[in-house]
Nanobody, 124 residues
């Protein structure tokens, strides 16, 4: 069992930055692929970024590539999402997720555990 708690969301102007954190419980955190997803009002949940257990393989949605960076600290059981050059279209609730043996990191159905989400609002 893994419990995930996100933090770091908030209101920021376009062009600004935020860093989201996701703290995980459980001694097997380092075994999990960790992902960030987001969901805007009236839209489906979409993939943002993911990192494999070792931290050596990262994946990004095209819409955030070059602006967002995912990283993990297995010693702290925490995964981060550094978000730079934020745009109004990045406004959404951001969710952290964990899964094992995920073949397709962009598929939310393959993740076992989810956090409660943190709101990110980017004003124009």
């Amino acid at each position: 069992q893994v419990q995930l708690v996100e933090s770091g969301g908030g209101l920021v102007q376009a062009g600004g930055s935020l860093r989201l954190s996701c703290a995980a419980s459980g001694r097997t955190f380092s075994s999990y692929t960790m992902g960030w997803f987001r969901q805007a009002p009236g839209k489906e949940r979409e993939f943002v970024a993911a990192v494999r257990w070792s931290g050596g393989n990262t994946y990004y949605a095209d819409s955030v590539k070059g602006r967002f960076t995912i990283s993990r600290d297995n010693a702290k059981n925490t995964v981060y999402l550094q978000m730079n050059s934020l745009k109004p279209e990045d406004t959404a609730v951001y969710y952290c997720a964990a899964g094992l043996g995920i073949a397709s990191v962009i598929d939310p159905a393959l993740y076992l555990y989810w956090g409660q989400g943190t709101q990110v609002t980017v004003s124009s």
